[in-house]
């Protein structure tokens, strides 16, 4: 197992190695127990899907890793940094190396879109208003949406809301995008296009994407990693091809109910 404690800089980190790390991870509200002793690695450069049905923490990991929650016990390791011991200098230095694409959008109804994809940059940054319109409109390009900086978010489609989520996701070149349910509410088409922007994205930017998800077709079209919790801990973590054969019966009757999977001999469905 690598050495999670050595600090260094993400770029130092080989790709494929892990970048993010769950280690015994237990985490609870009040008693109910969300993660009873979670152990994962989020590999650089590749896109991670955790999936599971409702209420088993897949959420709750993704605030873990931004330190917005604390684990009673375990470590959260992120670029040899453990958060939940990390001063607050720390955290922030890992929250700036992070995007962010809300469920939904969470874009500012108050502001253009131009707007909300340059807020980080104004807020975070000491680039000049002409620099910051060129990065606003790179960002656009990259997800298929040019031009249309001065569009209220009220007159976007749902899928435009949520390309406009990850153009400001991107726009500060960060080491780490977290995708939180992408497809919700999406129809099949807008889903496949979101999915194949994921995958592009990743491919161009060579970015380490966290994806949270209950849409199953989606989690093969753009994962290199699927881990899935049920009741609290993780009973399935591997490649797409590991986790269609696998043999654990959880897994299989979760998948079975989102894709036409045969079932495998001596596994119930």
């Known amino acids: ?28 509200f009040g008693d109910k127990h969300i993660l009873k002793g979670i152990s994962l690695d989020f590999p650089r450069g590749r896109t991670t899907v955790v999936i599971g049905p409702s209420g088993t923490g ?33 955290l922030m230095r890992i929250r700036k190396r992070i995007g962010m ?21 104004r807020r975070h940054t000491k680039l000049s208003p002409g620099e910051i319109a060129d990065k606003v409109a790179e960002s656009l390009e990259q997800v298929g949406l040019p031009g ?48 194949g922007l ?16 209950h849409d199953i077709v989606g989690t093969f079209a753009v994962a290199d990693k699927i881990a899935m919790l049920y009741n609290g801990r993780l009973v399935a973590d591997g490649t797409p091809d590991e ?7 959880v897994l299989r009757r979760f998948l079975a109910r989102n894709m036409d999977l045969p079932p495998l001999p001596g596994v119930s469905s």
């Not at 969470?106 to 807020?119: P, R």
């Not at 001065?150 to 489609?157: E, G, I, K, T, V």
Request: glycine fraction near 6%; include cysteine; charged fraction near 30%.
């Open 101 to 121: 694409m809300f469920q939904d959008g969470a874009l500012f109804d108050s502001m253009t879109v131009g707007d909300n994809i340059a807020f980080p940059l």
């Open 58 to 90: 897949k959420s709750v990991c993704m605030k873990l890793i931004v330190g917005l929650l604390i684990p009673e016990e375990g470590d959260v390791w992120v670029a040899g940094t453990n958060v939940p011991d990390a001063p607050e200098r720390d």
């Open 243 to 249: 986790i269609l054969r696998s043999d654990e019966p």
């Open 198 to 213: 994921i995958s592009r994205m990743k491919e161009e930017l060579g970015i380490t994407f966290v994806v949270i998800s």
């Open 148 to 195: 249309i900086e001065d569009r209220a978010p009220s007159a976007l489609s749902g899928g435009m809301r949520k390309r406009v989520s990850l153009a400001r996701a991107i726009i500060t070149e960060p080491d780490i995008v977290m995708f939180d349910e992408p497809n919700s509410g999406l129809d099949p088409l807008t889903s496949d296009e979101i999915d």
């Open 1 to 28: 197992m690598a050495d999670l404690s050595a600090a260094r800089p993400i770029d130092a980190i080989p790709d494929g190695e892990p970048l993010i790390s769950f280690r015994d991870v237990k985490k609870s």
